[in-house]
Each structure stands twice: as C-alpha cells, then as structure tokens.
C-alpha cells in the first residue's frame, strides 16, 4: 500500500480527568516521536519496547528520533508473539527497567502491536507503582483498539488478559506510514475492529466504510480518517467508562465468541485476534436475530462486508477441531466479563444498535453454537 | 497484654471519592468478618490470603466466621516473611484466584501482616485488572501502616516495594484482639510507626503518647485510640494525594534511612521494619537539627521517647557491617521516591513540624553518616 504524503495530523483528545491525553494521527510521525518525548518530561530518559520483529523494521528510526531530541534511550526486544504476555516476559521487563534506574517521570515506549503495548504498560503500570507510558502502535489493530483506553496485560493459563491493570499514557504517536510494512492479512485483521465501532453505535460510519473499504485498504487520507474515527469511537466510550462498570463492555462486541475461538485453535496458530473477532461480530449479530432482536437483513449486510474485505464471517470457516460447541462455551464461561455465573454478551438490535445482554441463559448459547457447527 | 472488653468500635472513613471505605477499629472484630464481607457482596466468594504464622492463630476464627454469614471461602497460604513478597509467589497467588475462579465482585481478604497485605493486595489489583480486597491485618505495624492506603507490592532484587499498584480496599478491620498473640518486639515496632504520625504534623498526639506509652502497650482503650488516632492521621494524608504526588510523601518520615538500613542489614535480619524506622526517624530529627532547621531539643525529645519503649534510636546500634556510610547512600540513593538523581528526604521544623526536602545534596548526606557512625 502507499501512503499519501497529504495525509493532516489528526488530533483525538482522550478525555479522563488528570489522566486525559491526546492521540496524534498522521504521517511521518515517528520522526517526531523524540521532539514530543522531550516536550513530556524535559530532561527524562526512556526505554523502548519491542519485539524482533518491529525492532528491525522501525527501532532505528525511532532510536535516531530519540536521540536527535536528547532524550536518553535503551531498547528493550522481546520475541514476537502472544507468548510474549508472560509473567516471565513481564519480570525480564521489570527488571531491566530497575536496571536501568529509570525513575517514576521516565517513560516507558511501547513500539509494536497489541501484545507489546500490553506488556510494556503493564510494566509501565507496576514498576515504582506506575511510571510514564507512551505507544507507538505498529499495527492497525493496535492503533484503533489496544493502544486506546490503557488496559494493559499478560495471558494465564486460565485465558487471555486476565492479569493486568488500568494504566493509561501520556500519548499515543499513530504513524499511519508504519502500516506499509504490515502484511495484508494483519491489516484486514485490525479492520475488523474499524468495522466493529461502526457495529457498536455508529450506523452512518459502517455506511461510509462499505462504501471507501478500497480506499481504506489502499492507505493515504481514507486510511487515517478510518483510523481517526475508530480512536474517537473509542475514546468516546473509554471517557465514559474508564474501568469497565458499564458501557465500555460494549467494545467486547464479537469479542466473547472471538476469544473462544482464539483460544480453542490456540493462541499463535491458524486464527489471528482480528479474524476471529470477525466471526465473532457475525456470530452476535446471528444469535441477536435467532433472538428476535436483529433484523436479519443487518446480520447478512454484516456478513457481506466482512466477506468482501476477505475476512470470515462463519463459524464454519475455522478448523473442524476448534468447532466443538460444548468446548467453545466452556471458553466463553471463563471469559472476564462472567458475573456471578451468569453470561454476559454483547447483542444487537441492528447495525449500530448493540447492547449489553446480561444473563444469557447457556443452553441458549449451545444450540446456537450446534446451529452455527452445521451451517 | 490483655484487651479490654469496653473497647468501642471506632470508625476512620477514608475519602478518596468512589474509592472511599471504612476502617473499623475494635475488639472481637474478626468474628464479624463474614457478615461485613455477605453485606458487601452478596452472592459473593472469598479467597483468604495469610501466612504458615497467622494461619496457625487466626485463620480457622476467620473460617469460621465466613461460613457462618454463608460466604463461600477458601484460604491460599503462603510462607511468613519478607521473601514472600516476590514474583513467584505473586504469580502462585493469582494463578490460586484464577483457577477458584473467582470473578471481579469476588473477595480477596488479606489476613496477616504488611507482607500479607502487599502481596495479596496486589493480586487484588491485578487479576481482571482488579477484584475486590479486603484486610483484616495482624500487627499493630499494619493496622496503622500498610492496611490503609492502597500501595501494595512486592520486592526485587533492586529493593523494596518496587513493582505494585495503587488498590485500595472496600473495608479494612482491625481487631484489636489479634495483637495479644504478637510477640512484644514486633508491637514495639510497629509503635514506631503510631509515633511518626505525631512527628509529622500532630505534636499533640506525640505528647499523649509521651504521657500513655504504658497504657499503650498495655491494650485496652488506650491502644484502641493510638490505632485510631493513627488511621485518621494516615487516612488525612491520603485523601489529600493518593497516588504520592505531593504531601503524602511525608509519611516516609525516617523510611530512606530506615530502607536503607534494612537492606544493609538484610530483610529478615537483625532489623525489622519499625525497628529501623525508629532510627531512620531519629536520623532525620537529627540531621534536620545538624542543617539548622530543627531545635536540638526536639531531637532529644524523640529520641528519649523511643528509647523509654525500647526502640532503638542511634545508628551505632545496628550491626556494624551495615554502618558503612557509602553503602548506606547508595542504597538510599536507589529508593523509588528518587527524582532525576536528587536524593529526596523527608526532615523536620520539629515535632509535629515535618516537611519534604528535595535536591538534599549526597555530600551533605554522606558526612552525616560520617559522623552518625561515630556518635
């Protein structure tokens, strides 16, 4: 893809009281990551993290930017992976930070995708009881969802990021250049999380997606406008809902079918976090329809977007051994967002329509998997 | 010592917005764990956290107590002592919540001392990015100091308290009862702690202490009140700056020396942790008196006061092999409230008078110790 050099800095303020700050959108912004770094915390020193794989893309460019603005720097590599959100990783990380005697006005950089900028600032968030954060998100997944809103984590045996804390940072750089280096099945990945924001509450930008999806795929301004609403989008609901006492749960839309899904063909393996979230928006808009709350003709517009950016849309499209219903809810059981036994879901009432179903009676959910199994 | 039975329950609130709580402070308290915990989430389960000590004492009361109010509990025991404030013991912990399966509304209940508290606290903090906590502490050092406040953590190789985060709790319970099981030395230390509240801003509280040290260790009403009177002191400064940005520095008053002193002698040595506060407190009194800003008198005052209990005052009385003034600066030098290489410390007007030195110069410092280890 190309990446217009006409694309504007776009600015999205992330509001949160004396946590509030801004995400910066644009092109060619990580050269200006030091200059901005400097500005923060006038005569403070960081580290960088990131996995192999970003380190030999993107570290030297953003290691020059460092040190052009003075600002003292040590990378930090970590193997690239979901393996990575470890409490080994984790320690390595914190100790190295100690080694380093970095201070509480440090800033710890996280220069990667989801699985770096949650371990980076879950150590930004213990290390001295929380230190200065910043995300340089090198994916598009990253840069419309986890680099947004400060859940931070690490992976268990028991399920995915369920170890973690709220720590938010002084300001996320979103070069939108990085994503030329992407591969394109990682960039149709991360569009499924744009396509959620419109699924959630915004029925006129999943229009408006269905219509410039080419344009998005291809880069330049339409990229970073999609990008830009998605952090909106986002922020909007993490201002809200900081710590997840309400609305925000609305963001795990396809996420509790997703998360299973992930974990039943193994973390790593043939289903990538933004695939299967796809699946899963389908999947929610299917049962929200076999409930009586969704048209159907919503559920197959869903379906046919999804299908013709070349993501799946159908439980049917996984590996036959990860397709087991009474697997894939015990998954779900363990999911987070289990309340007092109870399932909670996200519906929908229609594009752009979702909501919270609390108490979502299990049996419901294992026919509407055996359903979806023998579609 | 006994405890008696008039002692009234008192209450100290803790405001910290939506974070507020209670600490209830009285005899027979821990009896009325179970129903306090059913009020505060009802359908709700516990994990108990303590250790080998505290459980032998104290945790088949709290069991008791539990299922008699129908509050489904199990207990996770981890060994006594500093040591256990580590990474694998966090990562055992939090794997015990998970594999109980224990959601965000459930309890994590810390029965034990400061090491319990921290180690369990952060867990709380952590799992599902933070479950509810509860700490009923066991020493007077924690009832009046590490239960109130939220800091949690766990030590690394570089030092005490490094790796945590702020979590505060939905109540804490002091019952009195507990400390007649602690041996006389570790309630002499934890007194040290009762004593630095008067020290900071409080000259009234020190002179009741003066006056009702006998009563004090004694129990009874008198002790009840120390604890009270503490809890509001510690609660104040909180309230004021939770996350120690600013003032709630000052309740390190005689704690960069104390550190220090503690890890030049080694955790789990010959110095417990209020024993080398004493002397911290006593160390900053009398450098704050060496740099002019505190009458000499004063520094007397408090020194006579701790050793009329039996605390110790003087750095000649530790080990000698801990006395080194350059080991000692460098291991202050590596405490967390360290900013951009200025040793921060806090030193006194006089009793009651207390207030935070920053950019205290190392030299200064380094001949202080000179002439501490020569006295």
Redesign the interface.
């Known amino acids: 893809m190309t990446v217009d050099d006409t694309t504007p800095l776009l600015t999205v303020p992330v509001s949160l009281g004396d946590r509030s700050y801004d995400i910066f959108i644009g092109s060619g912004l990580l050269a200006e990551a030091g200059e901005r770094l400097a500005g923060l915390a006038p005569?403070g020193r960081a580290m960088v993290v990131t996995d192999e794989t970003v380190a030999e893309r993107h570290l030297p460019a953003l290691m020059a930017a460092l040190e052009s603005a003075k600002v003292p720097a040590e990378a930090f590599v970590v193997p690239a992976g979901e393996a990575t959100k470890s409490?080994a990783e984790l320690?390595r990380l914190?100790?190295a930070v100690?080694?380093a005697?970095l201070?509480?006005?440090d800033t710890i950089v996280a220069l990667g995708g989801g699985v770096v900028g949650d371990l980076a600032g879950f150590a930004a968030?213990?290390?001295?009881?929380?230190m200065a954060f910043v995300q340089i998100p090198t994916t598009l997944l990253a840069q419309v969802d986890s680099s947004v809103g400060g859940?931070t984590?690490i992976n268990?045996?028991?399920?995915k990021n369920?170890?973690?804390?709220?720590h938010q940072p002084q300001f996320v750089l979103i070069d939108t250049d990085l994503l030329a280096t992407l591969p394109p099945r990682h960039l149709k990945a991360g569009y499924a999380e744009v396509v959620k924001y419109g699924l959630i509450d915004d029925p006129v930008f999943f229009g408006w997606l269905e219509a410039n999806a080419p344009a998005v795929f291809a880069g330049g301004p339409a990229l970073a406008e999609a990008i830009a609403a998605s952090c909106r989008a986002k922020a909007r609901v993490v201002a809200a809902d900081e710590?997840?006492a309400g609305n925000r749960a609305l963001l795990n839309l396809g996420h509790t079918f997703g998360h299973a899904l992930e974990a039943a063909v193994g973390y790593g393996g043939d289903l990538v976090h933004g695939e299967a979230v796809a699946i899963g928006m389908a999947m929610a808009f299917r049962l929200s329809t076999l409930l009586g709350f969704c048209p159907a003709e919503d559920a197959v517009r869903v379906e046919r977007h999804l299908h013709a950016v070349g993501l799946l849309a159908d439980l049917t499209e996984v590996p036959a051994t990860a397709r087991d219903p009474a697997r894939l809810l015990a998954l779900m059981a363990?999911d987070?967002k289990?309340?007092?036994g109870a399932l909670t879901l996200i519906l929908t009432r229609g594009i752009g329509r979702s909501f919270i179903a609390h108490d979502v009676a299990a049996d419901v959910i294992a026919d509407f998997l055996e359903d979806e199994t023998a579609r």
């Open positions: 005569g409490f320690e914190v100790d100690l080694t005697r201070e509480r006005g968030g213990i290390v001295r009881r929380g859940k984590g268990t045996a028991h399920g369920l170890v973690g804390v709220f710590r997840e363990q987070k289990v309340q007092r």
